[in-house]
Structures are given as structure tokens and as C-alpha cells.
């Protein structure tokens, strides 16, 4: 009897993948709806922020300071979205899409409908996933294409006719249309072909490959040259490129940015136990190679580059095409899991992103998936300001997060003239130069913040009313913040000067209104507003 209980389990566990390989269908149905209705709920109930708009502004005028594929495919759906909920709804697809082509993928590397379900439940539940599926940003679209682009691959190697080298081709085309860190995404898949056949045919594969892929980048090759050079050196705000990226990625797949750090722990714990346990027991070659150059390969290269060329370029989440390994990882060692008590391990897992995913929604205008800060009400605070606006107002806004916000609900999406929208003293702007390096980026293709002097305008009075729009990411005083200094020493400048006729006060932005009219004082001073504000912080 003793003797027979692993065949019986083994025959149990024959019987779980018959029932998971005879309802493949209705398996991807599931995720797909538990997919949809996870990024759905709520879809339009915060405003735009200004990376959204961003894409907007790209599609909509044909500026591409990302890779050309997103904007232009969002040029397309836009002809017909015209809400937050219709225009997100984009991203959405996109990640039903991930959670598919993870499926086909992890159903051809793991040899198991059932390992397959629970790469493609990990990656569904992702709470990063959900954040950028729920984002008008190319983050899932690069998350799909790397998961389609690795099954193209497998299947080029192992069957190279005119089809798959064609699909090959296309994928990693679309990869490096996606986003500038598909370099490294490919990189690290050209490597893996020494790997898997000798190296005179490696050789040879890899001219097929590369070169047809590099003819078709040709288009955008010049002008990513030209982002590095401008970005080189430059300083970022978000989460970059080290020694912790790894663990950085880990969280992102695992537990968001709104778990406290012990459940963070646990989770990240729970996440190795299976990662190494599926390496242990799944000894398929393509798993490996998978898990080698999806994984641990691109973010070693990553880690190395950002020794050599500490630049803004080098964002840890920009890395977010390693979520599909990283979901296969754990479905591998979920899978070769043969102890009921064992099953804690992948249970705590999902119990943890379901968790983050409930933060998530407990606060619909959460943090920010890099940085803890709230989205703003945007849209909110624009309303007012359209449902208050008359003949000779002038709107002045402090920061690029506030100031394309302003652009799409105000200029963009209702018509009012951009020439009353001016950038506060234009400093800005000039800080932006500074801090990214990249002036002549902005002189030619960002024009939503205009450079407007706010003396010129004030002194020579053609303006009645101003709309102080100021956006608040940081609460209470923060010297070291520049965007809170800015926003706080121009409205106390104001402040000093016009009479506050009217405030409104939403999350993430305040509007006042000032009366230029009536100015508390007989005569403008001689001081202005870049000497008296300005030069007092910037020393």
C-alpha cells in the first residue's frame, strides 16, 4: 500500500492536467474575464494625470519622444475614445492580451495546461499589471509584445520556415517600437541562441534575425541617439537601475507599492521558495533559457550599465517585460508542489497580490505605482475653473504634472486658446533643462507649457483675473522639494500683491483665483517676480 501512494498521486495529478488540457478554452476564458473585470472596475473614476496626457499629446500631434508604436496605435483608438474610461480601455486589452500570450507561452515551456493557468493567474493578479493596465501608458503593451515575442522566438528555433521567421521579425520590430529598453530586451534573447545551437549557425540565425529588425528601427534610431545624448548624466525621480533592482522587480510583481514592508518580506520570500523550486524539478531546455535571458540576464545587463552610464535613461520599472518570466518562475515550482501543506507557499502569494490589488481600490486615486503620491483631481479642478472662466482670465500652472492636465481638459478637450496658458516666469521650464538636459527637446517638441514671463504679462495689464493652478504632490514644507517650493513662494508672492478672490482645494491641486484689477498695492513693485521668488531658492 505504502509502495502505491505516488502512483496514486501521480494518477491524481494526471487526472488535474487531463481536466485542465480538455478545458484549455474555458480556462482562458476565466483569466480573461478575471483580467477584464479587475482593470475595469472604475476605469474612468480619476482624471488624467500628466504621463497620460503625455500619450495623448504624442498621438494627437505626432511628437514621439517614445517609440512610435503605442502613439500611433492610440492615434488610431482615439478616433472614437473620447473619455478616460474609453481612451484607458486601450491598456486594458492590452493586458487581457499579456495574460494570453503568457498562457501559450508557459503552455509551450512548462508542457502543462495547468502550469500555464497559474503562470497566467500570477501575472493576471500582478499588482504592477494592474496599475499600468489601468494607466494610459505603453507599459502593458510591452509586457504583451515581450510575452509574444519570446513564443516567436521558441518557435523560430526550433522551426525556422518563412512563417516563423517572418513572426520573429515582426515581434522583435514591435518590441523596440515599444519601448528604448527592447534593446536590452533583445540583447538578452540574441545571447540565448549560443545557447541552443552550435555557434556557426548561431551566427547565422542571429544575421537573419537582427539585421531585418535593425533596417525596420532605422526610422527611430536617430532620434533614441539623440535621448541618450540628451539623457546621459541626467537626474530622474523615479526608482533607478542597482544593486536592488532585483528585489525592486520582485515587489512589482508581487506586492505592489502599498504593502508594508513585512508583508513585502513574505511575499518576496514565498516568491524564491517557488522560483528555486521550479528551476529544481522542471528541467525543460527552453524553461531555463526562458527563465536565464527573460530574467536574470536583462537585469544583470541593466545593473552593469547603470555602473557605466548613470543616466535617467536606466528606470528599474522600465524592466517590466521580465513580470512574464517571473510569473512562469512561480507557476514551475507552484506546479511540481506535491504536499497539500505546501501549498501555503503559492496561496500566501496570491493572497498577497489580491491584497494589494484591494489597496488599490480602497483609494481609487492612489499612489503612484514608483513613488508614493496621489493622483490629483485634475479633471475636478479643471471644471472649476471652466465653469468660472470669463474675457480677459489668463491661467498660470507650476509643474508639468499640473500643466498638461490643464492643456487636455481645458485647451485640448473644450478649445480654449493655449496663448492663456502660460508656464509661471518660465522657470519651469528652464528647471526642467537643467535637471534633464534636454533644452532643445523641449524648444521643439514640447509645447504644451508655454513660455510665457508672468511680469510681462502682469505689468502690462491685459489680463483681468489669473488662475492659479498649483499642483501639490508633497504636504506640509519640504525645502529640498523644488516643485513645492515653486508652487508655495509664487502663490505667497501672489498673495502679497492681488486680492485672493477665490480658492477651491481638491486632492493633489489648488486653484486660486486672483484679481489683477485691484492689485493690493498702487503701483507693481520694481522687484519682479523671478528676483523676489525665484533667485531666493535657486542659490
Not at 306 to 321: D, E, G, K, N, W
Not at 436 to 448: A, D, G, R, S
Amino acid at each position: 500500500m505504502i509502495k502505491g501512494v505516488p502512483y496514486i498521486k501521480a494518477a491524481q495529478k494526471d487526472g488535474v492536467e487531463l481536466f485542465c488540457k480538455r478545458n484549455e478554452k474555458w480556462m482562458v476564458f476565466f483569466l480573461v474575464l478575471v483580467c477584464l473585470l479587475i482593470r475595469l472596475f472604475r476605469l474612468g473614476t480619476y482624471s488624467f494625470w500628466g504621463d497620460e496626457v503625455d500619450s495623448i499629446y504624442m498621438a494627437t500631434n505626432q511628437v514621439y519622444f517614445h517609440p512610435h508604436l503605442y502613439p500611433l496605435m492610440l492615434q488610431l483608438w482615439s478616433q472614437w475614445a473620447s473619455s478616460e474610461f474609453t481612451y484607458r480601455l486601450l491598456s486594458v486589452l492590452m493586458g487581457a492580451g499579456a495574460t494570453v500570450a503568457t498562457w501559450f507561452l508557459a503552455r509551450r515551456v512548462l508542457k502543462s495546461s495547468c502550469a500555464a493557468f497559474l503562470a497566467s493567474l500570477f501575472l493576471t493578479l500582478s499588482p504592477s499589471q494592474v496599475y499600468y493596465s489601468r494607466e494610459l501608458r505603453m507599459y502593458t503593451l510591452f509586457t504583451l509584445t515581450a510575452a509574444l515575442s519570446w513564443l516567436a522566438f521558441f518557435r523560430w528555433m526550433k522551426r525556422e520556415n518563412t512563417t516563423n521567421t517572418l513572426l520573429v521579425i515582426t515581434a522583435g520590430s514591435a518590441i523596440l517600437y515599444t519601448h528604448k529598453y527592447g534593446v536590452v530586451f533583445l540583447a538578452a534573447q540574441c545571447l540565448a541562441v549560443f545557447f541552443m545551437v552550435p555557434f556557426k549557425q548561431a551566427l547565422k540565425k542571429l544575421v537573419i534575425y537582427v539585421v531585418p529588425v535593425i533596417i525596420i528601427f532605422i526610422p527611430y534610431l536617430r532620434l533614441m541617439l539623440y535621448y541618450f545624448r540628451q539623457y546621459l548624466g541626467a537626474q530622474y525621480w523615479a526608482q533607478s537601475v542597482s544593486l536592488q533592482t532585483p528585489r525592486y522587480l520582485l515587489r512589482f510583481l508581487f506586492a505592489g507599492y502599498n504593502a508594508s514592508e513585512r508583508v513585502t518580506t513574505v511575499l518576496i520570500v514565498a516568491g524564491l521558495i517557488l522560483t528555486l523550486k521550479g528551476w529544481v524539478t522542471r528541467k525543460s531546455s527552453e524553461f531555463r533559457l526562458l527563465v536565464v535571458f527573460g530574467f536574470f540576464v536583462p537585469v544583470l545587463m541593466a545593473v552593469f550599465m547603470s555602473m557605466l552610464l548613470p543616466s535617467s535613461l536606466l528606470v528599474a520599472r522600465y524592466l517590466i517585460f521580465v513580470m512574464v518570466p517571473s510569473a512562469i518562475m512561480l507557476a514551475a515550482g507552484t506546479y511540481s508542489i506535491k504536499t497539500p501543506v505546501a501549498l501555503l507557499v503559492p496561496l500566501t502569494l496570491i493572497a498577497g497580490q489580491l491584497q494589494s490589488i484591494t489597496l488599490q481600490y480602497r483609494n481609487v486615486f492612489r499612489a503612484h505605482a514608483i513613488e508614493v503620491r496621489e493622483r490629483g483631481e485634475f479633471r475636478e479642478a479643471c471644471q472649476i475653473i471652466l465653469d468660472n472662466y470669463s474675457d480677459g482670465d489668463v491661467i498660470g500652472t507650476t509643474a508639468m504634472s499640473g500643466t498638461h492636465p490643464v492643456w487636455y481638459y481645458i485647451t485640448y478637450k473644450n478649445g480654449y486658446p493655449p496663448t492663456r496658458m502660460v508656464d509661471i516666469n518660465d522657470y519651469h521650464r528652464e528647471h526642467l533643462g537643467k535637471k534633464y538636459n534636454h533644452n532643445e527637446f523641449l524648444e521643439e517638441v514640447y509645447v504644451i507649457a508655454n513660455p510665457i514671463n508672468i511680469d510681462e504679462f502682469l505689468a502690462a495689464g491685459k489680463y483681468k483675473r489669473f488662475w492659479f493652478y498649483g499642483t501639490q504632490w508633497n504636504e506640509g514644507e519640504n525645502p529640498d522639494d523644488f516643485y513645492f517650493n515653486q508652487r508655495t513662494r509664487i502663490r505667497q508672492w501672489l498673495q502679497t500683491r492681488y486680492p485672493e478672490i477665490g480658492v477651491w482645494e481638491f486632492k493633489g491641486v489648488d486653484v486660486r483665483l486672483f484679481d489683477l484689477e485691484n492689485p493690493l498695492q498702487d503701483s507693481l513693485d520694481e522687484i519682479s517676480l523671478a528676483s523676489d521668488v525665484m533667485d531666493s531658492y535657486s542659490r
